[in-house]
C-alpha cells in the first residue's frame, strides 16, 4: 500500500517538483510550498499520513522504484516517472484517505475509543483495575467525563455503542479484513490487542501497509460518523477532530492584516518578513480561501493567458510560463495557479 | 489504630510484607530511611500508608513518566482522589492550578526536572510537608551520574531545604551505590532496610557454548522441549528480532520486546504474556518496567548483562509464584567484549567534549549537536550537566572514569560467571549478604540435575486465531 501511494504522489508531481516534495507531503509539512503543493497537485488525500516516517525507509522505497525502472532521479533530485512506472501507477486502486482533514487526529480519536472499550470491557468483567492503554492524561480526563456524562455506572453503554459500532462498520466500504485490523487494535479484560508486527504477519504484508490500511479505515469511518446523524456516541468521539481552518498560522495573520487594507508592502514591514514569504501567504490565501479574490493582482484576460499556456506546455512549471508570458510577474502565476481555473 | 487496622482500611491487605512494617514506623519516628525492597513486593505502600498516618501532604519523586502514571493510577484505584501527578504532561494553566492547590493533595508525585523549576521550589518551601520520598534511587548512582544527573541536583535542593523526613527507595543496590545514595541525598543516621536478595527458588544455570551460531542451535533446541513461560534477553533490538521469528517459525508462541515499539504494542505484548497467549518474550533490557506476571518459568540471558545488578533483577523476575524456576546464562568466550562495547554505546566520548567547547566558543547553544542527532538524548543530558559544572579537563577525566566503572562492573559480572564456587554464594555476598541455606540444584557449579526443574514443553500450544470482526466486537463490550 505504502508503495502504491508513493506511485500515485509521484504520479502527480511528475517531472514538476523533487522527490522530496513528496516526503514533505506525507510527514504532512506545515511549510508555504507544501501547501501549496497540495492544492497545484490535488494531493489532499496524503496530506500528514505518516508524521513520523523516517527519511530512510522512504528513501529505501526511491531506490526501488529507480531499481524497477519506475522513474529516474537526477542529482537535483527532480525526477521523472518511466513508462513502466506510469502504467503500475495507473493499475493502483483508488485510496480513501483524507489525510487533509485529519492530519493525524484519527489517533486521537482511537486512543479515545480505545480506552473507552477497554473501560466497558473491565467493567462488564466486573473487573475495577486495570492499566489504561492510554497514559495521555488529555485522553483519559476526556474519557472520564464521557463516562460519567453517558451513566456507564447504569451498563447500558456497552449495548449501545455496540450497536453503534456493528451499524457503521457493517455497511462502511471497507474489506472484512481491515474492519478486523481496527478491531484487533482495540483491547480488552482478558482480550489484548495484537501488535503492529502481528497484524502485519498475519495480513502477509509490512507494519507500515498495516498502518496505512488501518488509518484509511478510520478516515473512511470518521467521515462517515460526521456526516450523519446516526451514531451520536461516535460522532462526539469524533468532536472537534477534523481540521476546518486550513491556512498556515503565519497565513492567517496575514489575512487579518490584508483585511484591515494593509498592502503587501505594509504587511511586511509590519511583521518583519520578507516580501517572498507575504507573497507565500497570498498564494495560500488564493489556494484555500474561497471568498479571497485576485483581482485586485492579475486581470481575468491575464489568468486567462496563464491557463492557455499551462495548457500549451502540458506543466505548471513556473519557469516555463515565465518565458512564455514574460511581462506577468512569479506571483501573478502563481496566484493563478494556486485559485484555479474558473 | 494499630498499623494494621490502618492497612485493612485503605488498602484492604490483612498483614504486611516483609520489611513493609519496619520501614514504616521508623517514617513514623521521623528517622530519614533507605529500604531496599524487589519490584513487586510492595515497596510503594512504605510510603502510602505513612501518608495517611501523617496528615500532610508526601512529596514523591519518580524519575521515569511512565512509573510515575503506574503509581498515580495505583492509588486511583484504590480510591484515592487528592493525587497528582506535577510533570512535563501538564498544560500551562493546569500546572498554575496544581500548583495553586498544591497543599490541598495527600500524594504529590514529581520528576527531578521538574523539583528544579523555581515556582515549584517556592511553593514547596512554604509547604509542611510529611515525608519526601526519592524513588528508584539508584539512578543517584548507578546509572545516575550519567543518565539522571537531575537526580543529584535534588540532593543540592535537599540540602537547602528544611525538609520533613526522607525515604530513598530502590530495588537493586550493593553497598557501593548505597553508600552514594546516602551522600548525595545527606541521609541522617537512616534506618536501612534491605531485603533478602537470595531467592532459593530460582536455579541458577551457566552454559558454556562455542560462538553465537551455537548459542542459537541450543536455544533452539531449549525452546522446543521446555515449557515456559519465559524471557531470553538479548543485547540488541535486531537480536530481538531475530529470535522472535525464529521461535515462530518453530510454532512456539513468541514476541519481541523492546523500546523499538510503541507503547501500545508494549501494553499488547506484556497482556498477552500475562494472558497465557506467549510463552516466550524476546527481550532487551526494556522489558521488565511494571511487569508482575507470577508464574515465569524461565530466564535466559543469550549475552552478558551489563553488571550484576540488572542480572539480579531480571532473573528476578522468575518464580514470583514461589515454584521452583530456571535462570540460565549462556556463555561464549569474549562476550564481555560485546558487553563493554554495549554498555559505554551512550556515554559521550572526548570528541563530544570538543565539539560542545566549539560550539560554545560559537556563541551558538550547545543543545545543537542533540537536534544533529551527534549523540544520544542521555549523553547529552549527561555532558550538559558535567559541562556546567567543571572544566573540560576535569570532564574528559570524569567520562573516562565513568567508562572504566562500566568495565569494570562487566568484570565483576564476567566473576560470577567463570568462579568455579558457588554462583548463589557469591551473587548474595556481592550484595553484602550472607547465604543461609543451600538449596537443592542450587547452581551449575553445586549441581542441578537440571531435568527435575525443567518441565517438558506439552503438545504444541494453541495459536490464538483471529475472529471476525463482529465477534471480536461482541467480545469487547458484552464479553465471551
Redesign the interface.
Known amino acids: 500500500m505504502f508503495h502504491q501511494i508513493l506511485l500515485q504522489i509521484f504520479q502527480k508531481l511528475n517531472t514538476e517538483r523533487t522527490i522530496s516534495a513528496a516526503y514533505h507531503v506525507l510527514k504532512g509539512k506545515r511549510s508555504g510550498q507544501t501547501i501549496q503543493d497540495i492544492g497545484l497537485f490535488q494531493l489532499h488525500q496524503y496530506f500528514g499520513l505518516l508524521p513520523k516516517l523516517p527519511r530512510t525507509t522512504f528513501d529505501e522505497a526511491v531506490k526501488l522504484f529507480m531499481q524497477y525502472s519506475w522513474l529516474k532521479v537526477q542529482e537535483s533530485g527532480h525526477f521523472h516517472m518511466e513508462k513502466l512506472g506510469l502504467q503500475r501507477a495507473q493499475q493502483t486502486p483508488t485510496f480513501f484517505f483524507d489525510g487533509w482533514h485529519y492530519r493525524g487526529n484519527e489517533h486521537v480519536f482511537f486512543a479515545r475509543l480505545s480506552l473507552i472499550v477497554q473501560s466497558l470491557s473491565h467493567q462488564t468483567a466486573a473487573v475495577r483495575s486495570f492499566s489504561p492503554i492510554s497514559r495521555d492524561p488529555s485522553i483519559q480526563a476526556w474519557v472520564r467525563s464521557f463516562l460519567q456524562d453517558h451513566h456507564y455506572l447504569q451498563g447500558h453503554l456497552q449495548q449501545q455503542l455496540l450497536a453503534e459500532c456493528a451499524s457503521v462498520l457493517k455497511n462502511l466500504p471497507v474489506s472484512a479484513g481491515s474492519k478486523q485490523l481496527v478491531l484487533y487494535r482495540l483491547s480488552g479484560y482478558r482480550l489484548p490487542g495484537w501488535t503492529w508486527q502481528q497484524l502485519a504477519d498475519e495480513r502477509k504484508e509490512s507494519v507500515l501497509d498495516s498502518q496505512l490500511a488501518f488509518i484509511e479505515s478510520l478516515h473512511i469511518l470518521l467521515n462517515e460518523v460526521q456526516q450523519k446523524n446516526d451514531y451520536p456516541l461516535l460522532k462526539q468521539m469524533a468532536q472537534g477532530l477534523r481540521v476546518k481552518i486550513l491556512l498556515t498560522d503565519s497565513a492567517q495573520q496575514t489575512a487579518q492584516l490584508y483585511e484591515k487594507g494593509y498592502s503587501i508592502e505594509q504587511i511586511g514591514q509590519i511583521r518583519k518578513l520578507k516580501q517572498s514569504t507575504i507573497e507565500d501567504h497570498f498564494v495560500e490565501l488564493a489556494m484555500y480561501e474561497p471568498n479571497f479574490s485576485i483581482g485586485p493582482f492579475v486581470s481575468y484576460e491575464e489568468a486567462e493567458k496563464v491557463w492557455q499556456a499551462s495548457k500549451h506546455y502540458q506543466t505548471k512549471k513556473l519557469k516555463i510560463l515565465h518565458e512564455a508570458l514574460k511581462d506577468m510577474s512569479y506571483f501573478q502565476l502563481r496566484l493563478v495557479l494556486a485559485k484555479g481555473e474558473v | 489504630m494499630e498499623l494494621e487496622e490502618l492497612l485493612y482500611k485503605h488498602f484492604g491487605y490483612s498483614s504486611f510484607r516483609p520489611g513493609q512494617r519496619e520501614v514504616i514506623e521508623a517514617i513514623l519516628q521521623e528517622k530519614d530511611v533507605m529500604a531496599l525492597l524487589p519490584t513487586g513486593m510492595g515497596k510503594s505502600l512504605c510510603y502510602q500508608l505513612p501518608a495517611y498516618i501523617l496528615q500532610k501532604p508526601v512529596l514523591i519523586v519518580s524519575p521515569l513518566l511512565?512509573l510515575m502514571?503506574?503509581q498515580v493510577?495505583e492509588l486511583k484505584?484504590f480510591g484515592e482522589k487528592r493525587v497528582v501527578?506535577l510533570n512535563s504532561?501538564?498544560s500551562i494553566t493546569e500546572k498554575r492550578n496544581v500548583l495553586h492547590y498544591l497543599e490541598q493533595y495527600r500524594f504529590i508525585f514529581t520528576s527531578p526536572e521538574m523539583l528544579l523549576q523555581q515556582q515549584v521550589q517556592e511553593k514547596l518551601a512554604q509547604m509542611k510537608l510529611g515525608l519526601i520520598v526519592v524513588d528508584e534511587a539508584h539512578c543517584i548512582s548507578q546509572w545516575g551520574f550519567d543518565f539522571r544527573p537531575d537526580y543529584l541536583r535534588i540532593g543540592e535542593w535537599l540540602s537547602r531545604l528544611n525538609r520533613p523526613p526522607l525515604l530513598a527507595l530502590s530495588a537493586t543496590a550493593t553497598s557501593k551505590v548505597m553508600q552514594d545514595i546516602r551522600e548525595t541525598l545527606s541521609l541522617q543516621a537512616p534506618f536501612e532496610f534491605m531485603y533478602n536478595v537470595d531467592r532459593p527458588n530460582i536455579h541458577l544455570g551457566r552454559i558454556v557454548l562455542g560462538d553465537k551460531a551455537d548459542k542459537a542451535s541450543w536455544l533452539m533446541r531449549h525452546v522446543k522441549e521446555t515449557a515456559g513461560p519465559g524471557i531470553l534477553y538479548v543485547s540488541s533490538r535486531k537480536r530481538a528480532q531475530q529470535y522472535s521469528e525464529a521461535f515462530?517459525q518453530a510454532g512456539i508462541r513468541t514476541?519481541?520486546y523492546h523500546a523499538g515499539?510503541?507503547?501500545?504494542?508494549r501494553?499488547?505484548?506484556q497482556?498477552?504474556f500475562i494472558?497465557g497467549?506467549l510463552d516466550w518474550i524476546v527481550a532487551t533490557n526494556a522489558f521488565g518496567m511494571?511487569i508482575n506476571k507470577q508464574d515465569i518459568h524461565q530466564v535466559i540471558h543469550e549475552s552478558m548483562p551489563a553488571n550484576i545488578a540488572n542480572y539480579m533483577q531480571e532473573i528476578g523476575r522468575a518464580g514470583r509464584d514461589g515454584e521452583s524456576a530456571l535462570a540460565i546464562l549462556l556463555y561464549s568466550d569474549g562476550d564481555e567484549e560485546l558487553a563493554k562495547f554495549v554498555v559505554t554505546g551512550d556515554l559521550p566520548t572526548p570528541q563530544h567534549v570538543d565539539r560542545y567547547q566549539e560550539l560554545l566558543s560559537q556563541q551558538v547553544l550547545p543543545a545543537q549537536m542533540l537536534k544533529n542527532g551527534e549523540l544520544g538524548e542521555t549523553a547529552f543530558r549527561v555532558l550538559d550537566y558535567w559541562m556546567q559544572q567543571e572544566t573540560t579537563e576535569q570532564v574528559r577525566a570524569r567520562l573516562n572514569h565513568l567508562a572504566l566503572e562500566k568495565y569494570r562492573a562487566v568484570d565483576e559480572m564476567l566473576k560470577i560467571i567463570k568462579t568455579k564456587d558457588c554462583i548463589r554464594e557469591h551473587l548474595v555476598g556481592y550484595f553484602g549478604q550472607k547465604l543461609q541455606k543451600k538449596p537443592e540444584n542450587c547452581c551449575e557449579n553445586c549441581g542441578i540435575h537440571y531435568d527435575e526443574i525443567k518441565k517438558v514443553r506439552l503438545n504444541e500450544e494453541k495459536k490464538i486465531e483471529?475472529v471476525?470482526?463482529?465477534s471480536?466486537?461482541?467480545?469487547?463490550?458484552?464479553?465471551n
Open positions: 511512565s502514571q503506574d493510577e484505584r501527578a504532561f501538564l515462530l514476541a519481541a515499539y510503541g507503547a501500545e504494542d501494553q499488547f505484548i497482556q498477552q494472558d497467549e511494571g483471529m471476525l470482526w463482529e471480536r466486537l461482541q467480545q469487547l463490550l458484552l464479553g
